[in-house]
């Protein structure tokens, strides 16, 4: 028993390591946590609360628990968006010890803490970030009956992100007599988007016509059916070791990443077959989410392999019952192998557009631009720039206007400015000419940021 618990213990604290190594170098920055981040610092220092939080897919907002918690977490460390980077390598500590308790497997627990896929996408916080707790507490609640921390769970998965449907599909296979407590949900779920459309005309009502609109232009995205295979097995192995790439909603890279050796998805299908036909919670949480791929795929929807990072937890139970099966020692070679392999591609991981970098351009454009009339451009694209304006509004210098501000200029505290500006800072990651004054210029990664007078 001594064994088994500093085992854990050991189990545990790699984990956190591989979570918050070079933290602030590799932390994920962008257009999704932005706007979350705007919403924590605006209720706190703007003393702006809010009824709703953000639109999903589909076109209807969300209620704004995820929006409240994070603005929480954030809180303590004035608002640094770094400060999720730390609370999401403790709350990985969660998922870790609940494979734990609920598969009461060692080598399931150590799969999914050095998993390159489980690593990488527990360091990511954003909506999708909680989704293996999620699926580990709506399997745990089944399994110990307890119908309150069930609709609970559910309730607070599915406000983070429409996606987590497939859990409460999932409970109506299983036993639907268990959401017995549905009517709270429910309640929980719709009073806040009811008192926001109350106050705005219905707006959420306006994004259900949208939605189906949308849909009716769609082409149907049949390739989603391939995506449970070929995702979870990146949970072995994964070559990509660019995070812009793996955490990106652009092509090419989306696409590219699905793409692993044709042998390794093929595996996956085996093992996901043979689950389907040993395990009945798994075989209903796979197929649940089979559904949901196809549903949302046929509707034309792209899909992206982070809907499925609440199946990984669940992945590395199903791997580790798979090695245990091995014969002799077969499956001590093959769990070394899994993670020597992606130990090896943790230690080749670069964020080129990494936090550290962005904090590192707005101290250096500061030195230029503060006390002056001025703004901030971009050239790229596919927001792997965005997140500068709210840096620089936390540095005190924010910009007169910026290319951010359609998205987000209902978010700062003072509108953008429509005054002609003294000085212009671009940033690219492009070759670039200005046919005006460039005053000073310098990389950070892969941005260059270009201070110029127009």
Not at 170 to 189: C, P, Q, S
Not at 190 to 202: G, I, K, Q, S, T
Request: aromatic share 18%.
């Amino acid at each position: 028993m001594k064994l088994r618990f500093w085992g854990l213990i050991a189990i545990l604290v790699l984990a956190l390591f591989l979570r918050w190594h070079r933290l602030e170098d590799w932390f994920h920055f962008t257009m999704d946590e932005e706007l979350i981040a705007w919403r924590s610092w605006g209720l706190f220092n703007l003393r702006r609360p809010f009824l709703i939080g953000g639109i999903s897919p589909l076109q209807v907002h969300l209620p704004p628990y995820f929006y409240y918690f994070s603005a929480l977490l954030l809180w303590p460390f004035q608002f640094d968006p770094l400060g999720w980077g730390w609370w999401s390598g403790l709350f990985s500590l969660v998922t870790v010890y609940l494979i734990y308790r609920y598969s009461r497997s060692l080598t399931a627990s150590f799969l999914y803490a050095v998993s390159l896929a489980a690593v990488v996408f527990d360091r990511h916080y954003w909506p999708l970030f909680f989704n293996p707790i999620f699926t580990l507490l709506t399997l745990w609640s089944l399994k110990q009956n307890r119908p309150l921390v069930l609709i609970l769970t559910l309730t607070a998965a599915v406000t983070a992100d429409p996606s987590n449907l497939t859990l409460g599909l999932f409970v109506l296979f299983y036993n639907w007599r268990v959401l017995k407590y549905w009517w709270l949900g429910a309640g929980l779920f719709l009073v806040p988007l009811l008192a926001f459309d109350l106050r705005h005309n219905w707006q959420n009502f306006a994004g259900i016509s949208r939605l189906l609109a949308n849909v009716a232009d769609k082409t149907p995205n049949w390739s989603a059916l391939l995506l449970l295979p070929q995702s979870l097995s990146r949970f072995w192995y994964t070559a990509q070791t660019n995070l812009i790439e793996i955490y990106s909603y652009c092509q090419p890279y989306a696409q590219v990443r699905l793409r692993p050796m044709l042998w390794l998805w093929l595996v996956a299908l085996l093992v996901i077959i043979y689950t389907v036909l040993k395990n009945r919670p798994f075989r209903l949480l796979i197929a649940s989410y089979f559904i949901g791929l196809a549903i949302f795929g046929g509707f034309g929807f792209p899909v992206f392999d982070h809907y499925l990072t609440g199946l990984l937890p669940v992945w590395a139970i199903i791997t580790a019952a798979a090695i245990k099966r091995l014969p002799g020692k077969i499956g001590w070679l093959v769990l070394g192998l899994l993670a020597t392999v992606n130990l090896y591609q943790f230690s080749r991981l670069e964020n080129p557009y990494g936090l550290k970098y962005k904090k590192e351009l707005v101290k250096w454009a500061n030195q230029y631009l503060a006390g002056s009339n001025w703004e901030l451009e971009s050239i790229s694209k596919c927001h792997r720039e965005n997140g500068l304006r709210y840096l620089f509004e936390l540095s005190g210098n924010p910009p007169a206007k910026s290319f951010m501000d359609g998205n987000f200029s209902w978010l700062y505290p003072l509108p953008p400015k429509k005054t002609a500006v003294e000085k212009l800072l671009t940033l690219t990651d492009k070759p670039f000419i200005s046919v005006n004054q460039i005053v000073a210029e310098k990389q950070f990664g892969t941005l260059t940021g270009y201070i110029i007078k127009p």
